[in-house]
C-alpha cells in the first residue's frame, strides 16, 4: 500500500519520493535549488501567476530530508538570509527631533517605493531602530 503525506500543499506519495531520490542519485553535481525546479518542471508545480513553486519545492525538499526520506545534498550556502537586509550604508546624518509629537502634526506615512527610498529606510531601521529588527518586507515577490 502506498503511503502519501502532504508536504507544502501538496500531497507526496511514495513514488514521489523515489522519483525525488532517483533525480538526487542521477545528477549528483546539482544543488538544492536545480533539483527542485526540475521537480516544480516535472510536476507542472506553478503558482496562479504560473511562475515555479521553486522555493516551496525546496522546503518540501527540506522536510522530506529532515523526515530521512530523501537524501538531499549539503546546502550550498547558508539559508540565512538576515545579512541581505542590513543597511551597508553611513549612519545619516539627522537633526534630533525635540518637539512633542502633537506639535509635528500633520503627519504622514508612505509606502517606500523607489530604490533610494528603501535604501534610505533600510538605513533608518539598521542604525536607530531600538532592537535593529531585521524585517522579511524587503523581498520581492
Known sequence: MEVSRKVQGRIVTDNDIKTIQSIIVSNPNWHRTRISK???HL??????????KDIAA????????KENLIDLPAPVRSANNGYRYQSKQEKPKYQPIEEKLSELQPIK????????????????????HYSRVQWSCWRKS
Not at 510536476?43 to 515555479?52: P, S, V
Not at 525546496?58 to 530530508?65: I, Q
Not at 506615512?109 to 536607530?128: C, K
Open 38 to 40: 526540475e521537480l516544480c
Open 43 to 52: 510536476w507542472n508545480w506553478k503558482n496562479d501567476a504560473g511562475k515555479q
Open 58 to 65: 525546496r522546503a518540501m525538499l527540506r522536510k522530506l530530508d
Open 109 to 128: 506615512i508612505r509606502q517606500v517605493e523607489t530604490q533610494p527610498q528603501a535604501q534610505l529606510f533600510r538605513s533608518l531601521l539598521s542604525h536607530f
